[in-house]
Structures are given as structure tokens and as C-alpha cells.
């Protein structure tokens, strides 16, 4: 099935520079995965990431899903760690009022002490989950106030810095705490959001600031503007710094690109018709049930093909190079959705590895 969207060459000459790419893992499961193999492949993801040049690699924060193993980003960002030697690598991103400010500190702290000068720290609101399941998670009193959200932020940057923070008491005399004891790098804070929320935020911390565009894309523009006409330059950043995300996969041919397409399309489907969640599909399975999404749930998957990057290597990455220069941003950090065959092994991701080698083939990272 061919939906419409991108894919097709850009009018926009080669010329214009290639943006830095990066990428966002949800570490999906498929249909009879186990959480190990899924683990597995993408590990080996993060080695090829790290060995073709792409600048960073991040893990999301998901809770409770059948299709998405990536529940606590800084334990696959140490795993990351011990096999990479280049490639910055973090969270996309932590979901803060989920967790205690001190701990995610420290446990970034420890990321930095593994991998000096390659760690991000990227920091979200939304919970991640369903209402149960956020209920079950902010089990931790005023950490979980979505409210202090800035405070939490601010009280982060200090915990994690050399020097630390202090706690002033009420009665007379001071506190310190440091996230580490004797830090001399500090893990990059970035501030994630798909909201004008995240952008003010940012722009008054004088924080870099993503854009989560492969959620639906909307406001898009409106944020970037919020962030860059509003940003005040902090110690951590003189200028503004934003790059976006965007759902992308490539494959030798337009056929195979559209076919390994369909599995995530599909789950966009469920989730925006509240059908049951289930493991990633095959590309087999979701070309053979083609009929279960008509009428509304087409209408969804119609809708979210247009605003993905699919597609042969050179129409994609031409596509990337028109986005990028449109949002004035010199990085794109791509979330590869490619589905997987039945045949494919378990413990690695074909369609994904191969778009990320066909897409540094051809932008020249």
C-alpha cells in the first residue's frame, strides 16, 4: 500500500548543507521479541551509529507498552557507553515528574564520570504512559508535582554541577549536596518538548531546547519562534540551540521503504484509536490485514505518513537538507521506524541498521 507524503526528490538543490544527524531509539519490540533481543539490536545500532558519524544518540522514557522496551534511558545509555567511544548519548528524554530530581543528578552524574564530555541529559514533563501507570510512578510525593517541573530542572543543573547545590535551612545554616563527589565535566541539559511550555521554559533558562516533532509536528513553528525571539543567554549558553526529530526510514526502493512502513503506521492507528496496544507487527502481518484500520484509522495513518521521511536514500536525505534549512537548525535527530520481515533475526533490526547506513552514505557524514 502507497500512502502519500514524502519520499519524493525536493525541488531544493543538493548544495544546501547536510545537516548533522542523530538519532532517537524507543528500543521497539516486535511480534515474538523478547525484551533481551530487542536490547540487543538496538546495541548494535548504537555501534553503528557510533562508527558512521552520527553525531548523538538518544534514548526515550515509555512506560508499559507492549512495542517499546526503552523504560529507563540512563541504564541503556550506560550500555551505550561501554561500547562507544564518540557519539554523545542520553535520554530523549527523562521524564522528570516521574522520577526524584537527586537521582536522576546522580545518575547522569555517573554517566559523565563513564563516558567524560559524551553525555546529554535531555528532560521532558509528559508522563510517558497511561494514567495508571503515572499514578504508580509518582508514588514520591512532591517530587511528582508537575507544577515544580522548573524548580526540579533548576535544582538538577546545580546537583550536577562541581560545585553542587545548597540547602538553606529554615533554622540557620546550609546543606551541601553534590550528585557526585568530585565532578570536572558536566552532562549537557536539554530541555524536550511539543508544546509552547517547554519552549518559554527553555528560552528563559537559556537552555537548548528540541522540538519533539515526530510526535504529530504540530506547532512546530510557533515553539521554535517562542524559543529563539525569548531566549536569554545563560552561563550554560549564549545563544540560542535547537535541532528537531522526525520519523524516518529509508530503504533501496520506494516499494520496500513504503512496506516497512506499514507496522508503524498501523500502531499510530491503535494508539489514536484506543485499540488494544500490541508488540510491533511484522511487514507480512500488516500487509495481510491491511483491512483493519478503514475508514478512521486510514485516516490517521494517511495523516502521519504525510509528515514521515520515507523513502529512497537520496530523496529522504534531499527532504532532510529542505527541513532542516526551512527550521534553520543544522541537525535532525531521526527516529528509524523501519518494520521488520519475518525472517529477520530477533536480536537485530535490518530495516533500521540500513537506514542509518543508506542515510550517512549519502549525506556524507
Given at each position: 500500500m502507497?500512502?502519500?507524503?514524502?519520499?519524493?526528490?525536493?525541488?531544493?538543490?543538493?548544495?544546501?548543507?547536510?545537516?548533522?544527524?542523530?538519532?532517537?531509539?524507543?528500543?521497539?519490540?516486535?511480534?515474538g521479541?523478547t525484551?533481551?533481543?530487542?536490547?540487543?539490536?538496538?546495541?548494535?545500532?548504537?555501534?553503528?551509529?557510533?562508527?558512521?558519524?552520527?553525531?548523538?544518540?538518544?534514548?526515550?522514557?515509555?512506560?508499559?507498552?507492549?512495542?517499546?522496551?526503552?523504560?529507563?534511558?540512563?541504564?541503556?545509555?550506560?550500555?551505550?557507553?561501554?561500547?562507544?567511544?564518540?557519539?554523545r548519548?542520553?535520554?530523549?528524554?527523562?521524564?522528570?515528574?516521574?522520577h526524584?530530581?537527586?537521582?536522576?543528578?546522580e545518575?547522569?552524574?555517573?554517566?559523565?564520570?563513564?563516558?567524560?564530555?559524551?553525555?546529554?541529559?535531555g528532560?521532558?514533563?509528559?508522563?510517558?504512559?497511561?494514567?495508571?501507570?503515572?499514578?504508580?510512578?509518582?508514588?514520591?510525593?512532591?517530587?511528582?508535582?508537575?507544577?515544580?517541573?522548573?524548580?526540579?530542572?533548576?535544582?538538577?543543573?546545580?546537583?550536577?554541577?562541581?560545585?553542587?547545590?545548597?540547602?538553606?535551612?529554615?533554622?540557620?545554616?546550609?546543606?551541601?549536596?553534590h550528585?557526585?563527589?568530585?565532578?570536572?565535566?558536566?552532562?549537557?541539559?536539554?530541555?524536550?518538548g511539543?508544546?509552547?511550555?517547554?519552549?518559554?521554559?527553555?528560552?528563559?533558562?537559556?537552555?537548548?531546547?528540541?522540538?519533539?516533532n515526530?510526535?504529530?509536528?504540530?506547532?512546530?513553528?510557533?515553539a521554535?519562534?517562542?524559543?529563539?525571539?525569548?531566549?536569554?543567554?545563560?552561563?550554560?549558553?549564549?545563544?540560542?540551540?535547537?535541532?528537531?526529530?522526525a520519523?524516518?526510514?529509508?530503504?533501496?526502493?520506494?516499494?520496500?521503504?513504503?512496506?516497512?512502513?506499514?507496522?508503524?503506521?498501523?500502531?499510530?492507528?491503535?494508539?489514536?484509536?484506543?485499540?488494544?496496544?500490541?508488540?510491533?507487527?511484522?511487514?507480512?502481518?500488516?500487509l495481510?490485514?491491511?483491512?483493519?484500520?478503514a475508514?478512521?484509522?486510514?485516516t490517521?495513518?494517511?495523516?502521519?505518513r504525510?509528515k514521515?521521511?520515507?523513502?529512497?536514500?537520496?530523496a529522504?536525505?534531499s527532504?532532510?537538507?529542505?527541513f532542516?534549512?526551512?527550521?534553520?537548525?543544522?541537525?535532525?535527530?531521526?527516529?528509524?521506524?523501519?518494520?521488520?520481515?519475518?525472517?529477520?533475526?530477533?536480536?537485530?533490526?535490518?530495516?533500521?541498521?540500513?537506514?542509518?547506513?543508506?542515510?550517512?552514505?549519502?549525506?556524507?557524514?
Amino acid at each position: 500500500m502507497r500512502m502519500p507524503g514524502r519520499g519524493l526528490p525536493s525541488a531544493m538543490s543538493t548544495a544546501t548543507p547536510a545537516p548533522a544527524l542523530s538519532v532517537l531509539d524507543l528500543v521497539p519490540v516486535r511480534t515474538g521479541q523478547t525484551s533481551a533481543q530487542a536490547v540487543a539490536a538496538s546495541l548494535s545500532l548504537v555501534d553503528a551509529a557510533d562508527r558512521l558519524g552520527y553525531r548523538r544518540y538518544w534514548f526515550a522514557e515509555h512506560h508499559n507498552m507492549p512495542a517499546v522496551a526503552s523504560t529507563t534511558p540512563p541504564v541503556l545509555a550506560a550500555a551505550a557507553a561501554a561500547r562507544t567511544s564518540r557519539i554523545r548519548l542520553g535520554s530523549g528524554g527523562v521524564m522528570l515528574p516521574n522520577h526524584s530530581p537527586l537521582v536522576v543528578a546522580e545518575q547522569f552524574a555517573a554517566l559523565e564520570a563513564l563516558a567524560p564530555g559524551r553525555i546529554d541529559l535531555g528532560l521532558g514533563r509528559a508522563p510517558g504512559s497511561d494514567p495508571v501507570i503515572t499514578q504508580l510512578l509518582r508514588q514520591s510525593g512532591t517530587t511528582s508535582d508537575v507544577e515544580r517541573f522548573p524548580d526540579h530542572v533548576r535544582d538538577i543543573m546545580s546537583l550536577v554541577a562541581p560545585d553542587g547545590a545548597s540547602l538553606r535551612f529554615t533554622s540557620g545554616g546550609t546543606y551541601d549536596v553534590h550528585a557526585t563527589p568530585a565532578a570536572t565535566t558536566t552532562p549537557e541539559v536539554w530541555l524536550l518538548g511539543s508544546s509552547d511550555y517547554s519552549a518559554q521554559l527553555a528560552a528563559s533558562l537559556g537552555l537548548p531546547y528540541v522540538f519533539a516533532n515526530h510526535f504529530s509536528g504540530e506547532g512546530l513553528e510557533r515553539a521554535l519562534d517562542l524559543y529563539r525571539s525569548s531566549f536569554v543567554p545563560s552561563e550554560a549558553l549564549a545563544a540560542p540551540r535547537t535541532f528537531l526529530t522526525a520519523n524516518v526510514l529509508v530503504a533501496p526502493t520506494q516499494d520496500e521503504a513504503e512496506a516497512r512502513a506499514l507496522p508503524n503506521l498501523r500502531m499510530t492507528a491503535r494508539l489514536r484509536t484506543n485499540k488494544p496496544l500490541v508488540p510491533l507487527e511484522t511487514v507480512e502481518h500488516a500487509l495481510a490485514n491491511a483491512a483493519d484500520f478503514a475508514g478512521l484509522g486510514d485516516t490517521f495513518m494517511a495523516s502521519a505518513r504525510a509528515k514521515w521521511f520515507v523513502g529512497t536514500a537520496s530523496a529522504v536525505a534531499s527532504d532532510l537538507r529542505s527541513f532542516a534549512a526551512k527550521h534553520g537548525v543544522d541537525e535532525v535527530m531521526i527516529s528509524p521506524i523501519a518494520g521488520s520481515y519475518e525472517n529477520e533475526p530477533m536480536d537485530a533490526a535490518p530495516g533500521r541498521l540500513q537506514t542509518l547506513e543508506l542515510l550517512a552514505a549519502e549525506l556524507g557524514l
